[in-house]
């Protein structure tokens, strides 16, 4: 028997391969996936490594702080006790603030600001050029910086400090920083020492105080004798090793929920495998109905054909998951580059590959291989031994009658579809409302694939209908071909319609998002430009409103503060832009009323908080006094603040007063060149970044397109799967149908026309998915956008068509490439050595 | 000769009683064996001719146990096969029955070899090398061994599968129109050694065939029409054949 099935691998070699194709890509996807998380685990553990290298004691701020208005923090008089400890060689504090920077343009950046440790054993960096700081007028960058702000050592630095004083540091070096989610957001990272990062900031004190052991103490020694130092109440204190196995458990956490992400792509990808594999072993099985039959007839048992199947399926998955193992790898290094290429100064593509990678590989390789080829080789084994005997194979039996089990099951999938997505459309809350809904549009995704068979016939005779008029014979017969087995027909469209489902349906909810974001954004800027600050929690001076104020070609402005509640954030307008600049819908109550002491809920809040016009709120601020304001009118506006009230109102809370969260500017009506006009007012401030809504909706609509490219080549992986998997049947279709094939050709048909012929069939299978697809994808985001949608924020169904053509042509094309290499083997067999082939 | 093989003609190597096959259903309802009851000596060669539907080929397979009856009993070598399950018989085809079709007689995939001891592999028994190595000589595949079956003519790849019918020593070997795709000197080539296998090597062989010239090659012919016997002839010549069939057709 071993030997029946190497030959028959061999002979089948071709054949095999083209379909261990779509498992070894499959194979891949997931081996990149924990390759790149263990890369991900690797890199960020170095990273933490180096945090807590040397440290021997950790204090970190625990419990509240004893009053609302302290800052909870570590007091310089217990840092000096911690470092008085005995057996404490050094301590030093650990801290970070986001500082703007001002970069060579004059513009200011947010950056990452660290102390640097006093004790060289404590930093937690690596020194690439020059030196540490060690004056309070010396800064050291990481590399990275250096290069995105294009400092040089010796050069100055500008930081803003509080009330945005300039600090002028000189640069003195630069550090490396590795992979961590600081480097890998693109934030610019400084360090400064201890004193100079006080500076910036002097009343917050440090968060954690880290301690590094003189000779001859243990770790816990030192522990209990800081502990004895500074006592226990609102301090964690940590030895160095619990300090580093906490931080490792938070690193595995973090990179484990990207890898879950990616996970479940690998997940689509594989079940669009497994399908082709299905598919191929029922071909081959069909194909092979003689050739069983006759093993049969020479005294097979029907275990040794299942065995001889099933071994041959195992062969090929071991084979594809090496081919995909070392794919894998590859992909994971090649994902490590492109996400290198998003921040500059690069680092080291790792690629650790785990026995439990490699474990993965092949079991999920195998396995989804062996399982796709088990209802295949069953039916190989129900091949009959006189089967050997007839001249052509039996391929009538494989048409489906409508079974009951299958329509039962789609009933039963429809039922929790349906149910799920009317379920989750009910849900106020958003992400719950996506995921059962989700679920749902899954369930009926289930449904339509199990009723498959059944669908090819009617859609086959929709699609088929112009290729028949226009094509004539050779369409009319690809038609007749493509319907003849709809299983098989069935089978091998349905891996892509499970790719286009899923692209269509991502599609389609991302760029109605982007439509709703982008009517947010016009309701939110109704000015020419909007100018805010480049550093969050930074606010503009004031000064700033009234010099744009004066600039001739502006007609008005309207500056905006903002008011942070405990759960709510209210914007503050001048009175006099409310009904101009400014113009919420109102649902009750009337914005004439809005005055000292008075807010206009947002609906969404009203609802949330139970209140109504008339009643009143009460704001806790996190400085200040709390203030009770009377709600006049509710509005509605996409994702506006929770409400809007006079600036007057807005000022007696202590953060709105220190400046302005942004100023709209209207220009006057035929101004040309306005944007110059504002600029000259805010290019002298650092932290003003002029916006038009029309570049604001640009920015956005790029990230929201970078979300969706990323997604469409993950899903495309399936669909270049799928494609295979139609490749396949067409090859095995031709093989099949050698002897029709010549029969054909000897009554008339042209080569040519052959090769159409198989062209047309490969392209209706193709459409024939991707409609499905389409539709399912289309209808499922809408019910997404419908779950999304509630109250006060609704979810526009936008279809981009232009998008969708993008994909049918390209299922049109490939399924052309597709039938390219079948079509040659077709045309190339003499009509007399097809007609001999039994 | 006869030295070799004590029991010719004596004992029954295939007997078949009141066997009914029927094809389809209701009014499209054909009785391809309407009640055939017929004996097949041990150590004879055997012909069963007909026209075109007749019943030849489905009594065939069901003296093989490659089919299933509707009615009646086989019996091959004292073993009632018709209430036999799957493991049963596919046990008897590898150890007591030989094939060998008009196509499609070999894996495309294995070498002349290979197929050739396909069965034995296929039961985990060993071949006996001298019993192979008499078969193989005698059908002078020697040098066609390592061939694939795309790689040897439609002469060659009939005898590998008379090789293969014969390496188990079955109780009888079963011959669909082993002729029927071969030019007539290969034809005569495989008819020879069938003959052969059965005067010198005391094999049962049992030939479906519509060639008289195949037919005459036999000891005895049975005739079949419209899913009866129609007569047997014994010591068969192509005319005595042919006379026989038109007496049928007419």
Redesign the interface.
């Known amino acids: 028997?071993l030997?029946?099935i190497i030959?028959?691998l061999?002979?089948?070699t071709a054949r095999l391969v083209l379909s261990s194709v779509a498992i070894a890509l499959g194979v891949a996807f997931v081996t990149g996936t924990l390759v790149l998380g263990d890369a991900m685990t690797a890199s960020l553990r170095d990273e933490f490594a180096k945090g807590a290298r040397n440290v021997d004691v950790s204090v970190t701020v625990s419990g509240e702080s004893s009053s609302p208005d302290e800052i909870p923090g570590i007091t310089p008089e217990t840092l000096a006790k911690i470092r008085q400890a005995p057996g404490v060689a050094a301590a030093d504090p650990r801290d970070f603030q986001t500082v703007p920077l001002v970069a060579a343009n004059g513009k200011a950046k947010s950056a990452w600001a660290v102390p640097l440790a006093s004790n060289e054993k404590l930093n937690e960096f690596d020194l690439v050029d020059g030196r540490y700081p060690t004056k309070d007028d010396e800064i050291a960058v990481d590399k990275r910086t250096a290069s995105t702000s294009k400092l040089t050592i010796g050069q100055p630095v500008v930081l803003l400090g509080e009330g945005d004083q300039r600090h002028t540091y000189t640069l003195v070096g630069t550090y490396q920083q590795g992979t961590n989610q600081v480097s890998l957001s693109g934030y610019d990272h400084v360090g400064l020492t201890a004193a100079a990062f006080q500076a910036l900031e002097p009343e917050r004190p440090p968060y954690q105080v880290v301690a590094t052991a003189a000779a001859g103490f243990t770790q816990q020694q030192v522990v209990d004798n800081v502990r004895k130092a500074i006592g226990d109440s609102g301090f964690k204190i940590q030895s160095g090793e619990e300090l580093t196995r906490e931080t490792l458990e938070r690193v595995e956490q973090q990179s484990g929920e990207f890898t879950t992400v990616l996970l479940a792509f690998a997940i689509i990808a594989l079940v669009v495998a497994a399908m082709v594999i299905y598919n191929t072993f029922t071909i081959l099985v069909a194909q092979r109905t003689?050739?069983l039959a006759?093993?049969?007839?020479?005294?097979?048992?029907?275990a040794?054909v299942f065995r001889g199947v099933l071994a041959e399926a195992l062969v090929m998955g071991l084979a594809a998951s090496v081919i995909g193992l070392f794919g894998g790898i590859g992909v994971s290094a090649l994902l490590q580059r492109v996400i290198f290429s998003f921040g500059e100064g690069g680092g080291t593509v790792l690629l650790p590959v785990t026995a439990t990678t490699v474990a993965a590989s092949f079991a999920v390789g195998t396995l989804v291989t062996v399982l796709a080829a088990v209802l295949p080789a069953r039916k190989a084994t129900r091949v009959?031994?006189?089967a050997?005997?007839r001249?052509q194979p039996d391929s009538g039996e494989e048409v489906s009658r409508t079974s009951v089990v299958r329509v039962l099951t789609a009933v039963l999938f429809g039922v929790i579809g349906v149910g799920g997505i009317v379920f989750g459309m009910g849900i106020e809350d958003e992400d719950a409302a996506m995921f059962v809904s989700g679920a749902g549009t899954m369930a009926l995704l289930a449904a339509v694939l199990v009723l498959g068979p059944l669908l090819v016939g009617p859609v086959n005779r929709v699609l088929g209908a112009l290729p028949r008029a226009v094509l004539g014979v050779p369409a009319k017969l690809a038609s007749a071909n493509a319907g003849r087995n709809p299983k098989r027909t069935a089978a091998t469209t349905a891996a892509l319609m499970i790719g286009v489902t899923i692209v269509s349906l991502v599609t389609v909810v991302a760029n109605s998002a982007k439509e709703t974001a982008n009517a947010e954004i016009d309701q939110r800027m109704p000015a020419d430009y909007t100018v805010t600050s480049a550093v969050y929690g930074r606010p503009l001076p004031k000064e700033l409103a009234e010099q744009l104020a004066d600039v001739p070609e502006v007609d008005r402005v309207a500056p905006t503060t903002v008011v942070y509640g405990e759960r709510e954030y209210f914007t503050g307008v001048p009175r006099d832009a409310i009904g101009t600049l400014f113009r919420p819908t109102v649902t009750s109550g009337s914005l004439d009323d809005l005055g000292d002491g008075t807010v206009a809920v947002n609906a969404q809040y009203a609802k949330r908080q139970g209140v109504a016009v008339g009643q009143v709120v009460t704001v806790k601020p996190g400085q200040g006094q709390a203030q009770e304001l009377k709600v006049v009118a509710i509005v509605e506006g996409q994702r506006l603040s929770d409400g809007i009230m006079t600036m007057e109102t807005s000022s007696r809370f202590p953060q709105a007063a220190e400046g302005y969260e942004s100023i709209l500017v209207k220009l006057k009506d035929g101004v040309a060149n306005g944007r110059a006009a504002v600029e000259k007012v805010t290019d002298p401030s650092p932290l003003a970044v002029v916006d038009s809504a029309a570049e604001t909706k640009e920015q956005l609509n790029q990230q929201l397109n970078q979300v969706l490219g990323f997604i469409w080549a993950l899903i495309g992986l399936a669909v270049v799967i799928a494609l295979f998997g139609i490749a396949n049947t067409l090859t095995l279709s031709v093989l099949e149908r050698t002897r029709e094939s010549a029969l054909l050709r000897a009554l008339g048909l042209t080569k040519g026309q052959l090769r159409l012929m198989l062209v047309v069939e490969s392209v209706l299978m193709a459409l024939m998915g991707a409609a499905i697809g389409l539709l399912l994808g289309i209808g499922f985001g809408w019910v997404i956008t419908e779950a999304l949608s509630n109250d006060t924020i609704s979810v526009d169904l936008v279809v981009p068509f232009g998008q969708i053509g993008v994909m049918l042509a390209g299922a049109v094309v490939a399924a052309i490439l597709a039938a390219a290499l079948p079509a040659r083997r077709a045309a190339r067999t003499s009509v007399v050595a097809g007609m001999a082939e039994? | 000769m006869s030295a070799l093989v004590s029991d010719v003609g004596t004992r029954t190597a295939v007997a078949a009683a009141n066997l009914v096959k029927v094809y389809g259903k209701g009014d499209t309802a054909v009785r391809a064996l309407d009640g055939v009851s017929v004996e097949f000596a041990a150590g004879r060669f055997t012909a069963i001719m007909g026209p075109s539907g007749s019943g030849k080929s489905t009594l065939m397979h069901c003296l093989a146990g490659l089919d299933n009856v509707d009615g009646g009993s086989v019996n091959i070598g004292g073993t009632e096969i018709t209430s036999l399950g799957d493991k049963e018989l596919t046990r008897l085809r590898r150890d007591r029955v030989g094939f060998v079709f008009q196509a499609f007689n070999l894996l495309p995939t294995l070498t002349a070899e290979a197929n050739i001891l396909l069965g034995l592999e296929l039961a985990g028994r060993k071949p006996d090398r001298e019993w192979f190595d008499t078969i193989v000589d005698v059908l002078g595949l020697r040098d066609r061994l390592k061939h694939k079956p795309t790689e040897l003519s439609g002469g060659q790849q009939q005898r590998v599968a008379c090789a293969r019918a014969l390496v188990a020593r079955p109780d009888v070997v079963f011959a669909d129109e082993p002729t029927g795709n071969l030019d007539s000197r290969s034809g005569a080539e495989v008819l020879d050694f069938l003959r052969m296998s059965v005067r010198k090597l005391g094999q049962t062989v049992i030939m479906v065939t519509h060639d008289p010239v195949a037919a005459s090659y036999a000891d005895r012919v049975v005739l079949m029409a419209d899913g009866h016997l129609a007569g047997e002839i014994d010591n068969p010549t192509a005319d005595s054949v042919l006379s026989a069939l038109k007496h049928l057709g007419a």
């Open positions: 028997m030997r029946t030959a028959g061999k002979a089948r003689r050739e006759l093993m049969r007839c020479v005294g097979a048992s029907r040794q009959a031994p006189v050997a005997l001249s039994a």
